[in-house]
């Protein structure tokens, strides 16, 4: 594997005499603070830009979206957690100018009161004082697809009396490219039929959000979170081919989302209670037509269409407090209701002699309660520690025309989580937890997706996976702007979700075997990653800058059909992403450039084995001048050198363990991007 060796290059590279520099404001014991001073060179227009240069941290989640509780992004605002699900701390540094940053700290996890957070954490301390605003504007093209010209966003801060205030919006346009031959190949690999297809996508995706906070009185504070979101997207795939067949896929979606969330927080005896609320709705018509020419001009078309809509609902109490200087306590509780209300209809035709199939009407829905008691402290001078346990209790209903199920479940959890500063540049973390997975709803769901020719059964007896975590985590800093952090992880999974066999009834009384996501008794998963940063000023190359990151990842579970044991569908087995930006000094210009790859991805079903891979690796480049009348203007290439997709999907005439029906070979190429980015502050 070539790419193993340029990893352990990297961590060889990072080991290196390094020239120490003391461009960050401080450290000690794995505490580290970054003033506005420090990010002056890389001409930040939010907060967002100035912590995406903190040398060698890098945003992580955790907890798997289970609720509000015990985990999340490893970042803070003002020392505090952001409990709103949709607008997460990331967004909101996303749309709050760069003059508003105090400072931004960071620490390890385990030293904090904040529950179920591991690794490093960052803080940013704002001040929204004085009414400030930041807006950008990127414009998009490539050969092959219409340009890209309505992406952007601005957003203002400030503070009217005793409420401080983020308001934005944003646009996440996208206009998508594809095309390339196919090839579609006998069990013998003899060619059948040559295809040449071509994929387009648009998609538009405007957004409003709010960020308000009320002090309300002394020792007490309101936070309100929200957002609201229309969604569009359009995809449509073209085939060609050598028999005279013409085939035309299309993909339409229009959704629109909205969310609520809002915290009390209020200092109570000796310590503070937090009441906290939640509330999300989703709505999203789906449709997917297939349309096929044959050669004598014969037209067939057929469409599936659903509607569905989604929810959540949270409500949270937690009171904490801190005895003595280094302990501290929580408790809390939390109950929640998650819902997925599906209609969807299969036809075939067109207008009055169109036949309509519905599918059956499904609804699930999960309640659930959780309690939680967490700890921490330090022993010894130096060992933070943070300890949680914590049960869950939760009922699975699944009603509607085709399968009715009620399923309570209870579920014990929690962490350990440990902090040992070694020296003031030598740092070890470490954390063993027991988690409870989240459910995608859409899997108790019968659906099929015509663009790719496949059926999926829903699985109305799905359970919750439940696994054993470990990291540990060594971090070797060498003055305040190098480091270099090894972290090694591992699962032992129990109730693994993934693809299984499961009968169903065929609408005549005959039970089938048919292919769905389902639970496998039991699954592990190990990875070993390592990610920093490297200057180059010892190279003689001042203000340039590496920033890599590479992982390498196995897992194991026994195949329900052939019994041996194999890797996860769809698992990248290693990745890598090495980034170098140069700010040129005494000038206003910065240049970088990039490159990153993957291996392969298998997705497994137990009639067909698809391989995705790509060919060369990812490569970017861009420069940038950072006063251009007052604004920010970056110019982006990538996909530099037109690196292709390759698709090789071998159907089954039944079974992976039998005879092969086909073989389809694909390869595609998306052209070189080129961008406009445009930004600044007012």
Known sequence: MPNA???SAVALLAFAPMAASAQGDGQSGGFQVFEPEYFERFAPQTASDMLEQVPGFSIRQTGGGR???????????????VTSKDTNALDILNRTPASAVVRIEITDAATLGVTGLTGQVANVVLDR???????????????????????????????KGNLAYTLGFENNARRGFEEGPELLLDPNGNLIEERFEHESVRAESPRLTA???????????????????????????????????????????D??????????????????????????FEHSPFSNEALTVSPAGAVSVVSFDQTNDEGETIGRVEYSWAPAEDVSWEIAAETAYNFLDREAVFTVGQGPG????????????????????????????????????????????????????????????????????????????????????????????DSVNLTEDRANAGNAGLVPQQSWDGEIELQKEFGDDEKIIFRLSGSLIEDR??????????????????????NIDEARFASAAVEGTLLTDRWGLTGGRFDFSGERRTSALDDPLTGESRNFSRLAEWNYDINFRQDIPNTPYAWGTGLSDRAEEVLIRFDEVTVFDRTDPWVRAFVEHKDVYGLNLRLWASNLVNTEFT??????????????????RRSRIDNRRFSVTLSGTF
């Open 647 to 664: 698709v090789d999907r071998t159907r089954y005439a039944e079974f992976r363990d039998g005879p092969v029906q086909e073989i389809e």
């Open 255 to 280: 959704e629109w989302n909205a969310d609520l969330s809002t915290e009390l927080s209020r200092k109570t005896g000796p310590g503070t209670l937090k009441l906290i609320g939640y509330q999300r």
């Open 354 to 445: 169109a036949v309509a199939t519905p599918f059956p009407d499904t609804k699930v829905e999960e309640l659930r309660s959780q309690g939680s008691i967490t700890r921490g402290f330090v022993l010894g001078e130096k060992l933070s520690v943070q300890a949680s346990a914590a049960a869950e209790w939760s009922r699975l209903t699944v009603s509607g025309d085709a399968s009715n199920r009620e399923q309570d479940f209870f579920r014990p959890k929690g962490f350990v989580s440990f902090a040992y500063p070694v020296s003031e540049s030598f740092d070890i973390r470490a954390r063993i937890a027991r988690e409870v997975g989240q459910l995608n709803f859409f899997d108790f769901v």
């Open 67 to 81: 609720g509000l509780g015990q985990g999340g992004t490893n970042v803070l605002i003002d020392g505090e957690r």
């Open 5 to 7: 060796a340029l990893l």
């Open 211 to 253: 960020v308000i906070d009320f002090d309300l009185s002394e020792g007490t504070s309101l936070n309100v979170t929200g957002s609201a979101q229309s969604q569009s997207f359009e995809s449509q795939e073209r085939s060609e081919r050598s028999t005279g067949e013409f085939r035309r896929a299309l993909n339409g979606e």
């Open 497 to 518: 979700v993934d693809r299984v066999l499961i009968e169903t009834d065929d609408g005549n009384g005959n039970i089938v075997l048919q292919d769905a996501v389902g």
């Open 129 to 159: 004082s004085t009414v400030s605003g930041s807006f950008e504007y990127r414009a998009q093209f490539r050969n092959g697809a219409r340009p890209n010209l309505t992406q952007g966003s601005v957003s203002v801060s400030g503070t």
